[in-house]
T-cell receptor, first 111, second 114 residues
Framework: QQQVKQSPQSLIVQKGGIPIINCAYENTAFDYFPWYQQFPGKGPALLIAIRPDVSEKKEGRFTISFNKSAKQFSLHIMDSQPGDSATYFCAANEGSYIPTFGRGTSLIVHP | GAGVSQSPSNKVTEKGKDVELRCDPISGHTALYWYRQSLGQGLEFLIYFQGNSAPDKSGLPSDRFSAERTGGSVSTLTIQRTQQEDSAVYLC????????????FGAGSRLTVL
């Protein structure tokens, strides 16, 4: 049972574009929503995270938008660069329990 | 150490052989996870260790897979009688903060079964 649905599976944009990756969840007990970035040959690494009591969090060019009533959250990458090309995973945590990951989005940013 | 260390980074084995993959988590991290990532795929949860509690083995795909964690630190994932479908990258992660459960991943062990 997939508790966090992530879309799209892949995404191609031109440099400077604003890719958007969406995630939806069902479990209202989730209380922490991190995004991980994975480069080829590396393990995923925390990029940015949000709690459900805020609607937006921004760190540099990366922004999470959170809609608690719709049980959806999304990652926006402003002024995307070729170096942002990676696989992005959304996740949802319920306390300290095992995180639930989305299936991942492969992002390619063309120069 | 400064990060999660996994070894070997690459392992090529023949079908039917047993393999052991090692994970050295960040010192002081009480939780340790194993995930499997097949080529171009997502993160498949395998097993979770938390302190001295019994491990959550709910993600292990078959009884050929087992894992142990000694002394609350180093963990070994063992795959017996490997099959070609076991070929994947095996990722280990550890965490500490029970409030914001952020995982720190190792670089993974790439297993190829011929």
């Amino acid at each position: 049972q997939q508790q966090v649905k992530q879309s799209p599976q892949s995404l191609i944009v031109q440099k400077g574009g604003i890719p958007i990756i969406n995630c939806a969840y069902e479990n209202t007990a989730f209380d922490y929503f991190p995004w991980y970035q994975q480069f080829p040959g590396k393990g995923p690494a925390l990029l940015i995270a949000i709690r459900p009591d805020v609607s937006e969090k921004k760190e540099g060019r990366f922004t999470i938008s959170f809609n608690k009533s719709a049980k959806q959250f999304s990652l926006h990458i402003m002024d995307s660069q070729p170096g942002d090309s990676a696989t992005y995973f959304c996740a949802a945590n319920e306390g300290s329990y095992i995180p639930t990951f989305g299936r991942g989005t492969s992002l390619i940013v063309h120069p | 150490g400064a990060g999660v260390s996994q070894s070997p980074s690459n392992k090529v084995t023949e079908k039917g052989k047993d393999v052991e993959l090692r994970c050295d988590p960040i010192s002081g991290h009480t939780a340790l996870y194993w995930y499997r990532q097949s080529l171009g795929q997502g993160l498949e949860f395998l097993i979770y260790f938390q302190g001295n509690s019994a491990p959550d083995k709910s993600g292990l795909p078959s009884d050929r897979f087992s894992a142990e964690r000694t002394g609350g630190s180093v963990s070994t994932l063992t795959i017996q009688r490997t099959q070609q479908e076991d070929s994947a990258v095996y990722l280990c992660a550890s965490s500490y903060n029970p409030v914001a459960n952020v995982l720190t991943f190792g670089a993974g062990s790439r297993l190829t079964v011929l």
